[in-house]
């Protein structure tokens, strides 16, 4: 018997050895970030037209963040104003059989901690330079490092970050389209991401995603708002340091 163990030792070690040989590396270069998408992100097609307005080339990879599980859970208030593309304002609303309906929340997703989960998702660099570009759009939510959190890849030059809700954005939604909506223009990203990498891994997406009932995914419609009260989007953004 203690031979038997003796000679499998090497084996262990030479398995182990094998296993760590199968991890890439993901290079960040010099004066870049890392960002690990799980929602809206991991449409290259939005980071190309919604964010740069130009193509991006950098790696773009799928990849594994282990230790959170991602849910419908980020609530934005519709009584909080956000820019448009035209850096006007407005308002969002949802026609119910011909009545207009305000509802009290937009829901996106989000991520938050579960030490038995992993999640799937996209890897890609950023210049570190466009932070508050980022961070403008994820407004409500904040930006951590998930460098040790990462699976599959070795990570050299730089940090891995994400996004995950602030606490008061963070709300579970029911079946109520009165309360919480989502916005049938961000499932149609979701769904773009799926066509860009395929059914296996819109299917993994499904299965470590927790679902919202299908009565709140709504088109959304604008109206203009002048004159939003800005403080508490102020506030927000003066949470961000660089």
């Known amino acids: 018997m203690k031979l038997l163990f003796t000679l499998m030792i090497p084996a262990v070690i030479l398995l182990l050895g094998s296993c760590r040989e199968k991890l890439e590396t993901f290079k960040i270069p010099d004066g870049h970030v890392a960002m690990f998408g799980y929602g809206s992100l991991m449409s290259k097609n939005l980071i190309e037209t919604g964010l740069l307005d130009k193509a991006y080339h950098g790696p773009f990879l799928p990849a594994h963040l282990k230790g959170y599980r991602r849910s ?23 026609l119910v059989e011909g009545d207009t309906v305000y ?14 989960t ?26 951590f490092e998930v460098t040790h959190l990462i699976q599959g890849y070795t990570i050299e030059g730089g940090p891995v970050f994400a996004y995950k809700a602030l606490p008061d954005f963070t709300w ?7 309360q919480h909506v989502v916005d049938s223009g961000y499932w149609k990203i979701i769904e773009d991401a799926f066509v860009y990498w395929g059914e296996e891994f819109a299917a993994e997406f499904r299965q470590n995603t927790k679902p919202f009932a299908p009565s709140i995914l709504r088109e959304t419609k604008k109206i203009p708002w002048t004159d939003p009260p800005m403080e508490k989007v102020k506030e927000l953004k003066a949470m961000f340091k660089y």
Do not use: M
């Not at 660099?125 to 403008?136: Q, S």
């Open 103 to 116: 509802p009290k929340y937009l829901h996106y997703l989000n991520i938050r901690e579960d030490a038995n």
């Open 72 to 94: 419908w859970t980020f609530a934005w208030p519709t009584d909080l104003p956000l820019y448009n593309v035209d850096s006007t304002f407005s308002k969002d609303y949802i």
């Open 172 to 178: 579970e939604p029911n079946d109520d389209y009165q």
């Open 118 to 143: 992993v999640i799937n998702g996209v890897l890609y660099v950023v210049p570190e330079a466009d932070l508050p570009l980022y961070d403008a759009w994820e407004l409500g939510y904040e930006r």
